[in-house]
């Protein structure tokens, strides 16, 4: 048996000798048991990758990464999952077009490598040239030669578990400025401050201007504000928005306003509908100048008597007695309970009688003061000024309702933007919409109202207008401004409220304005001081 195992051992030796292309670990194996014509998984190789294993796999990973190739290059790293989605990534969230990847001389196992990136995000464009690293390891499972799979790789400041993003950073660069070119900040215009920012976003790109983009290193939420820059593909490009407002007469606005605790006012331009200026002593995200809604009082008299004087109800000379009380679907009185039994229509105006103007009522559709204000006015159209405002609105109804209407109670919704858009259509014939941003920006449609003033009302009811500053309930405030005034004042009563609002609205030449007192009592009083010193700075 001893000799028969040293000649079997012999054959074997033989046999391995001369059997090369039958590879020699299946001849042993089938030797010492291994199953007959199978052939067994090569053994998992260990220990580090050779030079060339190292270089091969990062050649082959880069011009994989380079040729957009994602799943191949993945498929060549440690951790296949994780660097497909970094990689995809690059493309997507980094927004990198395209990659020239070049290796340097390797290190042991690292291999270093330059990336030249061409970064595209909406009209910009950037080049982005950074040098990052590589190592090479061998595979535990397959024993195959992989990069180590790190954030590095892609870029050598990405710590675990951050990516790369690119995107616009910060609002768009542009500077708000006046009619003249004067910048608007809100430090210097208070009132204008919570609306900047919202008017520097919609204009931004109309007006020519784009926020900074950059290249940054952000976390697994995405948190992109903390991120590190890495890269600045824009710094943006700045621009300047004109307003239609004029710096001299906002700053007024704003001085006047403050004087209240609580006060709106606005100031336009009757021969164009630019808006000069509007302030409100709240300065919060809620424009109460543009947006409030609530009823004008007396200042809705102008509406109602260019209404009164077109369709031949009244003219300026005719007597209309002003009792101290008249009913129509209710009682209503004036303030102080006054009376003038001879007082003409003009006068019934200018000392803004209340009872004059609802004992008229019957005499006119129900429909009749809503078509005025709409079809004249501009009312309850379609606003596009620039910012958010509301339109005004006037009711359709009978009886009580007609006539609360008809001195600017009941439904009736007015802001200041509105009551000053009404004296300046009185002052200049036709209605303009108010804007502050022209609508050649951004293509909007102004609104038009279907008709003018007729040129006899037209010319009426500034002479109503005008006796009321000189003579009337306005004189006070209208005191010592010269050129063409007019003015009318109004007191509006608030459900529960102990004090009615004040309203004054007027105009100076080619300027009009309208401001609102919450619980101001008196419209002259309180917000006629606010009117003049607008009307008194712009010009």
Wanted: glycine residues 10%; contains cysteine.
């Amino acid at each position: 048996m001893h000799k028969g195992a040293k000649i079997a051992v012999g054959v074997v030796a033989t046999a391995m000798a001369g059997a090369a292309g039958l590879g020699v670990y299946n001849v042993v194996s089938a030797v010492t048991g291994g199953s007959s014509g199978e052939a067994e998984a090569a053994p998992v190789r260990t220990g580090p990758p050779s030079s060339e294993e190292v270089g091969r796999t990062a050649r082959d990973f880069l011009a994989a990464w380079e040729s957009g190739d994602v799943e191949k290059a993945a498929a060549l790293t440690d951790n296949a999952s994780a660097a497909g989605t970094a990689l995809n990534g690059y493309r997507t969230a980094a927004h990198v077009e395209k990659v020239a990847l070049k290796p340097g001389t390797a290190t042991g196992s690292t291999v270093p490598f330059s990336v030249l990136a061409e970064v595209v995000h909406g009209t910009q464009r950037s080049t982005w040239a950074y040098d990052s690293a590589l190592t090479v390891v061998r595979g535990r499972t397959t024993g195959h030669a992989l990069v180590d799979w790190q954030p590095a790789v892609v870029h050598p400041q990405l710590a675990q578990n951050q990516t790369l993003t690119t995107d616009a950073v910060g609002d768009s660069q542009i500077t708000v400025v006046d009619r003249n070119g004067t910048t608007l900040d809100g430090k210097d215009y208070p009132s204008l401050a919570p609306l900047l920012p919202g008017l520097r976003k919609r204009y931004a790109e109309k007006a020519g201007g784009a926020p900074g983009v950059e290249v940054r290193a952000v976390g697994a939420d995405g948190n992109k504000a903390l991120g590190k820059t890495l890269h600045v593909v824009s710094k943006g490009k700045p621009a300047q928005l004109r307003t239609t407002i004029d710096a001299a007469a906002q700053r007024a606005a704003e001085t006047a306003v403050d004087r209240r605790d609580d006060a709106s006012v606005v100031a336009v331009k009757p021969s164009t509908g630019e808006i000069l200026a509007f302030a409100n002593s709240k300065k919060t995200e809620f424009n109460a100048a543009f947006n409030g809604q609530t009823p004008p009082g007396s200042t809705m008299k102008v509406v109602t008597a260019a209404m009164l004087l077109e369709q031949g109800k009244a003219t300026p000379d005719k007597v209309v007695p002003c009792p101290k009380y008249v009913t129509y679907g209710k009682q209503f009185h004036n303030v102080e309970e006054s009376e003038n039994p001879s007082a003409t229509f003009a006068q019934d105006f200018a000392a803004s009688c209340n009872t004059a103007f609802v004992s008229l009522a019957g005499s006119v559709p129900d429909n009749a003061l809503a078509s005025e204000a709409k079809d004249v006015f501009g009312i309850g159209l379609e606003w596009k000024t620039g910012l958010a405002n509301f339109d005004g609105s006037v009711p359709s109804d009978p009886d009580a309702g007609k006539a609360a209407a008809m001195i600017g109670q009941g439904r009736v919704q007015m802001s200041p933007l509105n009551m000053a858009s009404v004296a300046a259509t009185v002052r200049s014939g036709s209605f303009r919409q108010p804007y502050l941003v022209a609508a050649s920006l951004d293509d909007r449609t102004l609104a038009q109202a279907a008709r003018p003033l007729s040129p006899a009302a037209a010319q009426q009811l500034r002479s109503m207008m005008r006796l009321t500053a000189v003579s009337g309930t306005g004189r006070a405030a209208m005191a010592g401004l010269d050129g063409d005034i007019g003015a009318k004042t109004g007191s509006a009563e608030i459900d529960n409220q102990p004090k009615p609002n004040g309203w004054f609205t007027a105009y100076r030449d080619d300027v009009a304005a309208a401001a609102v007192v919450p619980q101001g009592g008196h419209g002259g009083d309180s917000a006629g001081p606010i009117v003049a010193a607008v009307l008194r700075a712009a010009r």
